[in-house]
């Protein structure tokens, strides 16, 4: 079955709207496959950081890039919950606030685009696919017959991140963490390859004050109209 003849839902946008969470729900509530193309880049920043490769070197991340010794194993309705690298669970270290800045610098290197592309093809499969990142309707899935791009105020996401570290145990400034957003959001949107931006058949979604049920509300809208 070709990308054209099955149902693919691209969700895109920059860090802290939502995207992740909206996925996830929606994968289940279709039955769809799920791909969290974030997590791939982490993933791949995590491994080039266990080789300890510089990460201007981009033959040797070409390497490890094709050769990436990835898998994500869930549970019933698809719901993603754990990513193996080399055999080994890195679900929570995946997300911690370091990989994700290693995974932003190391995504916009265009070797580590091409290498990754396909393995995030591969993930679209029958009934259908969700999939979850910054250039899925742009990029990665340009012919996809339903696609969101949500977007949120920075102040909102910043203090969704405080959140999200006090709820781990950890402590977080919020000045800080607004200024790491910021320049996040410069750093993908202004990248040469795929930058960061919404396809022009997305639909928007203001996350800002829309609590998860109205988004996932919308989205689920999209597909069956």
């Known amino acids: 079955m070709s990308q054209n003849t099955m149902s693919v839902l691209t969700i895109d946008g920059p860090s802290g709207v939502g995207k992740g969470t909206v996925a996830r729900i929606v994968a289940k509530k279709q039955n769809w496959h799920l791909l969290d193309s974030g ?111 949500l977007i949120a105020s920075a102040d909102e996401r910043a203090n969704r991140r405080l959140k999200q570290l006090q709820a781990q145990g950890s402590k977080g400034i919020i000045l800080q963490i607004l200024a790491k957003v910021k320049a996040r959001d410069e750093c993908d949107s202004s990248r040469k390859h795929s930058p960061l931006k919404p396809a022009k058949d997305a639909l928007i979604i203001d996350t800002t004050e829309l609590s998860i049920d109205e988004v996932v509300t919308q989205v689920v809208a999209l597909i069956e109209a």
């Open 39 to 149: 997590a791939i880049y982490r993933a791949f920043a995590l491994a080039v950081d266990a080789r300890e490769v510089d990460i201007t070197d981009e033959k040797a991340l070409g390497k490890i890039a094709q050769t990436l010794d990835l898998e994500f194993k869930t549970q019933l309705g698809n719901e993603l919950v754990s990513v193996y690298l080399d055999g080994k669970d890195v679900s929570t270290i995946l997300r911690t606030e370091k990989t994700g800045e290693v995974a932003s610098k190391i995504a916009s290197i265009g070797v580590v685009r091409a290498a990754l592309l396909k393995r995030q093809k591969d993930f679209a499969k029958p009934p259908g696919l969700v999939a979850d990142g910054r250039d899925m309707g742009t990029i990665v899935f340009p012919d996809a017959p339903f696609k969101v791009y």
